[in-house]
């Protein structure tokens, strides 16, 4: 069998749970792979559960195949690389020909061999002879072994009969599934924020909905801001429709006497939708805040849905490596100024606050 183009999807948190736990999720991650290709146009390919990996075959481009599969949640990686029988002859060659691919004049490289399970070939064996055969091949490039922190690491997984060598890894948002969890609705009340509360929420396996705040007056709820800030969302999900609920504030604000702050009517309306619409939580977007306060909220909301604050508590450290895997920059958006607005609507009684909703109008990201 000649070498073939593959993708190895590697997942982290399935080894922890009982068998049939990890089998529901690996299925539920391959739907998901064939969804995120399917909408991406590309079919035929051939997914398969080997040794503790997801390969997928037959992929013409498979550094295309891989980057759609690094976006999706459950995958901690995804790498394209070769299949090849599993004897040392045949993978030893790989690796000279990925090594050759991969490897520039004077840089450093190391070999990492890994099996799930006991197989024919000695792992060690792999890493020795694969070295002495990427040394020989590149003496012109004056090529040498590095084991700490090399410039390239050339992978080989020992998966049965087969073998995969790869080198280049695109990381993934890791965490589970969608559909792993509960339905969430998260209120996107908070710029970029909102954004990486609702992308936390979806890796821990929540399928998130938004609820999608707009006004033509409030600087914060501007319509193209926060459908521009809700797509940077939707290329994580793994469904051919994507679902959000457009709150129109000014509507609403025409409808009520009296005053309040326009934020608190936007999280009062969606608890109450939340709820008639039976979403199992609220996402809401606060970082830091008066902690027995928030404590209290949570405390004092005797009925379903949940209120979950996935963010209270992060660093700007960790809001910064939250933002790079989400593709959300808090810097590259405005910060508007608060408006006059923001403290003009109403008094208004739980049941009013509800009846809102029908302000809410659902949409297709």
Known sequence: MPAEPVVIIASSEFALKSAPVRRTLEQRLLD??????????????????????????GAQDARAVAKICATIFGVVYAAHGLAVPASKDEIVQTVARVASDRLE???????????????????????ADGGAGVLAQLKQRDVSVKLNNPDVTIYVDLADDRAYVYSDIIPGP???????QWKMLAIQDSGPLSILAAYAMMRRGCVTELFIPVSGRIALYDREYQFDLARRLRRFVTRTEYKAHVFELDEALSRMPGQTQAGTLVREVAKGFARTKRFRGVVFSDVEGDLEAIKNHVAGWSVPPLLLYPLIGFSSEDLSELSAEAGVSIEEYRNPRESPMDAVTVETSVGAQIGLAECVKQVLL
Do not use: N, W, Y
């Open 32 to 57: 998901d792979i064939r969804t995120a290709l399917g909408r991406a146009g590309i079919s035929d390919l051939r997914p398969e559960k080997h040794a503790g990996r997801i390969a997928i075959l």
């Open 105 to 127: 004049r004077g840089q450093t490289f190391a070999i990492r061999a890994h099996r799930s399970r006991p197989t024919a070939v000695s792992r060690r064996e792999i890493e």
């Open 174 to 180: 890791g965490g589970l599934p969608l559909s792993a």
